[in-house]
């Protein structure tokens, strides 16, 4: 699972938050918030500390999301690096978000021309981060389906980065919101795809900030039978339960795990 679903969980004891994952079944983790600011520490720990604690309860620890400045290249990777994190995965570039009222918002993009400017930024930053042996990809939201000047943001940027350097996290949730069909973005970036999160989203909640509408796998429209077939055939190597504003976080992530383990005929 995405550790953001039990972000508060994990700032109150690390340890615990993580011994609950294991009692779900967990086995992968994915960080998030990685900034190369961090003082050595995250969650209250040292990265081996952290590392040791992962260990611990079973959970391996491979893709990381960072910063959406996309910077401190070489201070994150060192810090993912000591946990075993392969992956950085830019979650939202700054480009895309605003701060109104004091409040964080997803912004669509302006034009091709801050399209272009961002997709020169995403290859430098991936070059960098294979420099240092770690690997780098993009995840979406739903402001990239918004079109701009006749394009679709996340299309153009697909384009015209590199696919070996730039490869893809699609959160299925965001997908379904913006009107895409989640198993059709699979296909189409067959190949690219290393990661989808398993997030499902619900039309029936009322209007609101758009992340209440996100729900967990299970609970709302999308056809995670179609989705799971495609992830198979794409050969997509990560799957995440993630629900971003969630009521009760355990809660909702068992019982997204327990939908899915059906659909995988694990239960």
């Not at 700054?94 to 995403?122: I, N, Y």
């Not at 070996?164 to 949730?173: Q, S, Y």
């Not at 296909?187 to 967990?216: F, Q, W």
């Amino acid at each position: 699972m995405q550790l953001f679903t039990i972000r508060d969980a994990l700032q109150r004891d690390a340890s615990a938050a993580l011994a609950r994952l294991r009692e779900i079944g967990l086995t992968q983790a994915e960080l998030y918030g990685l900034t190369g600011r961090e003082d050595g520490r995250l969650f209250g720990l040292t990265a081996a500390e952290l590392k040791r604690a992962f260990a611990a309860n079973g959970l391996g620890v491979e893709l990381a999301h960072v910063d959406g400045s996309l910077t401190n290249t070489s201070a994150i990777a060192d810090f993912a690096a000591e946990l075993g994190v392969t992956t950085a995965i830019v979650a939202l570039p700054s480009e895309l978000t605003a701060t109104r009222d004091g409040r964080f918002e997803r912004v669509p993009a302006k034009g091709r021309a801050q399209l272009d400017t961002l997709t020169e930024k995403l290859d430098r930053t991936a070059r960098d981060y294979r420099a240092r042996g770690i690997g780098f990809a993009y995840h979406n939201h739903n402001v990239e389906l918004i079109p701009v000047e006749g394009v679709v943001p996340l299309d153009y940027l697909m384009s015209r980065t590199d696919p070996d350097l730039v490869k893809m996290e699609l959160d299925l949730g965001w997908l379904a919101l913006a009107g895409a069909n989640p198993a059709e973005y699979v296909r189409r970036y067959s190949g690219r795809v290393i990661a989808c999160h398993m997030k499902d989203y619900d039309p029936r909640i009322p209007t609101g900030p758009p992340e209440r509408k996100l729900v967990e796998p299970g609970a709302g429209a999308i056809d995670f039978a179609a989705a799971v077939a495609a992830m198979r055939e794409a050969n997509v190597a990560h799957a995440f339960i993630e629900i971003d504003e969630p009521a009760d976080p355990f809660g909702a992530v068992e019982r997204g795990c327990r939908h899915l383990q059906m659909l995988l005929g694990c239960v």
